[in-house]
């Protein structure tokens, strides 16, 4: 087992659980680098015509609907000035590359397939653990954005409820930089809505319309290299980042394989790219 059966009994009790020193400190940075890499070689020319032209709406929710199985830039919402062009550098406009980092990426690969990985995936029980998507998160000094309460089934629902996330802090994050936020324990609050796929694109079917208790969240302020593995029904959010510190961040989601997928899901992949394992 890597964890204990104490730090198994407080993930199951707060939906959440902090492994500190999860990465060391050079794993993280060599992320980071090819992070740097992947936004140094990315042509934003496609990319900004799709979020800066008259059908906006439409182009740049099909460049998201269609990226579960690409590496894929998307940027921050303030990214750009009346005319179409980036307000910042290219580098300081991303807020965040997805989603199949893990499989496209022989960097991000080696990264999320690890024998520690696996085994946390069984002490969490999760039966033939798939990964599922992976985002690399900048946000961004000063105008990184903010993250709103959700639980992330809302987005990846499977029958049975079978997801974790898996939160990785490649740098310090505090609540200067914007930080998580959880409700230890909301995870009881059971799923309050999903999006799904529908004939007129996507929407949210709400199951419970009452406001998130917001006044119950906690700040996960962590180091670097700390793993933070969250419920998929755990509420949580992150705020602006005002400060001139970068909070980069990596992200996987992990599935059980024998549970049910729906084609609603907004995630679809090619058959020609199936899921994998730790393997
Ligand atoms: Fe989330």
Same mark, same amino acid.
């Given at each position: %087992?890597?964890?204990?059966?104490?730090?198994?009994?407080?993930?199951?009790?707060?939906?959440?659980?902090?492994?500190?020193?999860?990465?060391?400190?050079?794993?993280?940075?060599?992320?980071?680098?090819?992070?740097?890499? =992947?936004v140094?070689?990315f042509d934003p020319a496609e990319a900004i015509s799709i979020f800066s032209t008259r059908e906006q709406s439409?182009r740049a929710?099909?460049y998201f609907?269609?990226?579960?199985?690409?590496?894929?830039f998307f940027f921050e919402e303030n990214a750009f000035l009346p005319n179409g062009s980036l307000r910042h550098s290219k580098n300081r406009s991303i807020n965040k590359?997805?989603?199949?980092?893990?499989?496209?990426?022989?960097?991000?690969?080696?990264?999320?397939?690890?024998?520690?990985?696996?085994? /946390?995936?069984?002490?969490?029980?999760?039966?033939?653990? =798939?990964?599922?998507?992976? %985002?690399?998160?900048f946000?961004q000094?000063k105008i990184g954005g903010?993250?709103?309460?959700?639980?992330?089934?809302?987005?990846?629902?499977?029958?049975?409820?079978?997801?974790?996330?898996?939160?990785?802090? /490649?740098?310090?994050?505090?609540?200067?930089?914007?930080?998580?936020?959880?409700?230890?324990?909301?995870?009881?609050?059971?799923?309050?809505?999903?999006?799904?796929?529908?004939?007129?694109? %996507?929407?949210?079917?709400?199951?419970?319309?009452?406001?998130?208790?917001?006044?119950?969240?906690?700040?996960?302020?962590?180091?670097?290299?700390?793993?933070?593995?969250?419920?998929?029904?755990?509420?949580?959010?992150? /705020?602006?980042?005002?400060?001139?510190?970068?909070?980069?961040?990596?992200?996987?989601? %992990?599935?059980?394989?024998?549970?049910?997928?729906?084609?609603?899901?907004?995630?679809?992949?090619?058959?020609?790219?199936? /899921?994998?394992?730790?393997?």
């Amino acid at each position: %087992m890597y964890l204990t059966r104490e730090q198994q009994a407080d993930y199951k009790r707060q939906g959440f659980l902090i492994v500190e020193s999860f990465v060391d400190a050079g794993a993280c940075d060599r992320l980071r680098v090819r992070a740097e890499a =992947l936004v140094h070689e990315f042509d934003p020319a496609e990319a900004i015509s799709i979020f800066s032209t008259r059908e906006q709406s439409r182009r740049a929710d099909d460049y998201f609907l269609g990226s579960g199985d690409k590496i894929r830039f998307f940027f921050e919402e303030n990214a750009f000035l009346p005319n179409g062009s980036l307000r910042h550098s290219k580098n300081r406009s991303i807020n965040k590359i997805g989603h199949a980092l893990h499989d496209l990426d022989p960097v991000f690969d080696k990264f999320s397939r690890t024998p520690e990985l696996k085994q /946390l995936s069984a002490d969490l029980g999760i039966e033939q653990p =798939l990964l599922l998507q992976s %985002m690399y998160i900048f946000k961004q000094p000063k105008i990184g954005g903010e993250v709103t309460c959700h639980q992330d089934s809302t987005f990846i629902y499977t029958e049975p409820m079978s997801i974790a996330g898996l939160w990785f802090a /490649l740098e310090d994050a505090t609540v200067e930089n914007g930080c998580l936020w959880a409700i230890p324990g909301g995870h009881e609050i059971g799923l309050k809505s999903r999006w799904q796929r529908s004939q007129d694109g %996507m929407h949210f079917e709400v199951f419970d319309s009452t406001p998130w208790p917001e006044e119950r969240l906690v700040p996960l302020e962590v180091r670097k290299g700390t793993l933070i593995l969250l419920s998929g029904l755990l509420p949580h959010k992150s /705020l602006e980042n005002k400060s001139a510190k970068s909070r980069h961040a990596y992200t996987l989601h %992990m599935i059980g394989g024998n549970s049910d997928y729906p084609a609603d899901n907004w995630l679809q992949r090619s058959t020609a790219m199936p /899921l994998r394992g730790f393997e």
